[in-house]
């Protein structure tokens, strides 16, 4: 998922936390000590309520806690069962069988039913959705087809007869439980949708919600809104928390200075190095797990000739100095990236962290990379070169990150000149979409703890390829190890290896660091289930004593 945000599910990635100082509700509500309403914060504002359409964290942040799906991750980071009575899977991993719980209803009191989860699965793949996650469906029987406008909706091996929904797959998918438990496949409502047409999950009050909660307030545009406790939902009796107050502060100073006055329950401090090292040694501060990955796409469609280049690229990537970087940018905090998948998001069949065992051997030899440069240049027939690196506007990171690679790369390869340009979060992300870049800052946190959640991004045609270059040999490995290795899980962890190896050789991208980060939070909150993938905050069962 995109982010300077999103924020594996696994067991090791997953916490639950209590931890600052009294909080307050923002909108009117008694700003006293009695005050039981949560108030949280968003860096950034929310893009969409649209579960089929949604990218980005902060947005899955709050569909995630206003909606539900057939499993959800406990605090253990095992997927349990949520609007599912049962789930099993056939001995050859290609059918799972779900029997949803009786009586289970949407918001508005009307009845949720197993073909409003066939209805979200087939939007998801519906090119006319054209949803950026349509991918993940990937392996479910014409799945593929239908994304590529080949094969009717219909034909989605999803199906439902009467309270049980059954998944044809064609591959085993080591990941299918997760998918279980992912915003992107909650259940929609289809005569709900078809009826707000254009309008749909663009406001609160044009969502319909299956969750713990109801998103009340927000408008599309506006900066604070709530959730509201959904009394129909089906664990209603086990919700404690009438109210969360949300509200977005940009500036992680102004944060702060909330939460030290009472008004937000919690809140990162790892945005810039000046900042965690005034708060860390605050008695309520906890480590945040993340599996993040901050990483450069060149665009390689042929608009920029030097990125075509691929000498020009692997100078970049040589005269990258990650350890340097990694300690101005984050003083330390995070580490600097050895490859794709970043430390935490998953564990090889032996036991050793994927990212350690798949590291391919990024290096920094600036001597190197000034010779790679000037045989680029003249390769395309040009003495230097230009090109401007796009952030994003309203991450504190994003500054000093364009400043350290302007200054180390224009000081390592002669003849080269950097522009930084920064945009928001939102355009960020239309402009990637777009190429509409020469080199863009991004960063991508699993959505489920299995290597695909990032191997995925950077096939062939994939929709979050920014820089839609094209790899043979990284295609082979990641489909091999989605095909005939899915269920070979040695086999599988060698495969990605080799896909981490091919962007290597053919400098299709350049790992910055594995974001991490450490938060400060009232210690009278407590329940909030920390997720390193998919939903990054679990709000669900949180409660202020």
Same mark, same amino acid.
């Given at each position: 998922m995109d982010t300077w945000k999103k924020v594996a599910i696994g067991a090791a990635a997953v916490v639950v936390v209590g931890g600052g100082t009294r909080a307050a509700g923002l909108w009117g509500g008694s700003s006293s000590e009695n005050s039981k309403n949560l108030s949280f914060q968003l860096p950034t504002p929310i893009q969409t309520l649209d579960i089929s359409k949604n990218t980005d964290t902060y947005s899955g942040t709050i569909i995630g806690n206003s909606g539900a799906n057939l499993m959800r991750v406990d605090s253990k980071g095992k997927a349990q069962l949520e609007l599912a009575k049962s789930v &099993? %899977? #056939?001995?050859? /991993?290609? &059918?799972?069988?779900? %029997?949803?719980?009786?009586?289970?209803? =949407?918001?508005? /009191?009307?009845?949720?039913?197993?073909?409003? +989860?066939? $209805?979200? =699965? *087939?939007?998801?793949?519906?090119?006319?959705?054209?949803?950026? $996650?349509?991918?993940?469906? #990937?392996? %479910? &029987?014409?799945a593929d087809k239908i994304a590529a406008g080949k094969a009717d909706v219909d034909t989605l091996g999803v199906t439902a007869k009467g309270n049980t929904i059954t998944f044809d797959l064609e591959r085993p998918l080591p990941q299918f439980e997760y998918l279980l438990t992912f915003s992107n496949f909650m259940p929609q409502k289809q005569n709900f949708v078809t009826k707000e047409g254009k309008k749909y999950a663009t406001t609160a009050a044009t969502s319909l919600y299956s969750g713990p909660y109801k998103v009340e307030g927000w408008n599309g545009t506006n900066n604070s809104f709530k959730l509201i406790k959904n009394d129909n939902y089906w664990d209603a009796k086990n919700i404690k928390t009438k109210q969360i107050d949300v509200q977005v502060v940009q500036k992680p100073e102004t944060a702060v200075q909330l939460y030290k006055q009472g008004k937000i329950d919690r809140v990162l401090i790892s945005n810039t190095p000046e900042l965690y090292k005034a708060n860390k040694n605050d008695k309520n501060? #906890?480590?945040?797990?993340?599996?993040?990955?901050? !990483?450069? *796409?060149?665009? *390689?469609?042929?608009k920029n000739k030097f990125l075509a280049n691929a000498k020009i690229r692997e100078a970049l990537n040589l005269a990258t100095n990650r350890k340097e970087l990694t300690d101005q940018v984050t003083a330390g905090i995070s580490t600097p990236a050895t490859g794709l998948a970043p430390e935490g998001l998953a564990k090889t069949d032996s036991g050793e962290d994927l990212a350690k065992f798949v590291a391919p051997g990024y290096k920094f030899d600036p001597k190197k990379a000034a010779t790679l440069f000037q045989e680029g240049l003249k390769e395309v027939g040009e003495s230097q070169a230009t090109f401007t690196v796009t952030s994003d506007a309203d991450s504190p990171a994003a500054k000093t990150t364009l400043d350290y690679l302007q200054g180390s790369w224009e000081k390592a390869l002669p003849g080269l000149k950097i522009n930084q340009k920064f945009v928001p979060f939102s355009q960020r992300i239309k402009d990637s979409q777009t190429q509409n870049f020469d080199i863009v800052v991004s960063l991508w946190g699993g959505d489920y703890p299995e290597g695909s959640t990032y191997y995925d991004i950077f096939?062939? /045609?994939? #929709?979050?390829?920014?820089? *839609? +270059?094209?790899?043979?040999? !990284?295609?082979?490995a990641v489909n091999k190890a989605e095909s005939t290795d899915a269920l070979k899980a040695s086999a599988r962890d060698n495969d990605y290896k080799m896909a981490e190896e091919a962007l290597l050789k053919d400098s299709n991208f350049n790992p910055l660091y594995f974001r991490a980060g450490y938060a400060l939070q009232n210690p009278k909150v407590t329940g909030i289930v920390l997720n390193s993938t998919g939903l990054n905050q679990d709000w669900k069962l949180a409660v202020k004593k």
């Open positions: &099993k %899977v #056939s001995d050859d /991993g290609l &059918k799972y069988t779900v %029997v949803l719980k009786n009586g289970l209803k =949407w918001s508005d /009191g009307s009845k949720l039913t197993a073909q409003d +989860f066939v $209805y979200s =699965w *087939q939007r998801i793949v519906d090119p006319k959705t054209a949803s950026q $996650y349509a991918y993940l469906a #990937s392996g %479910v &029987k014409n501060v #906890s480590k945040a797990p993340e599996a993040t990955t901050a !990483y450069l *796409q060149y665009n *390689q469609t042929g096939k062939t /045609g994939a #929709s979050n390829n920014n820089g *839609q +270059f094209k790899n043979e040999v !990284y295609d082979a």
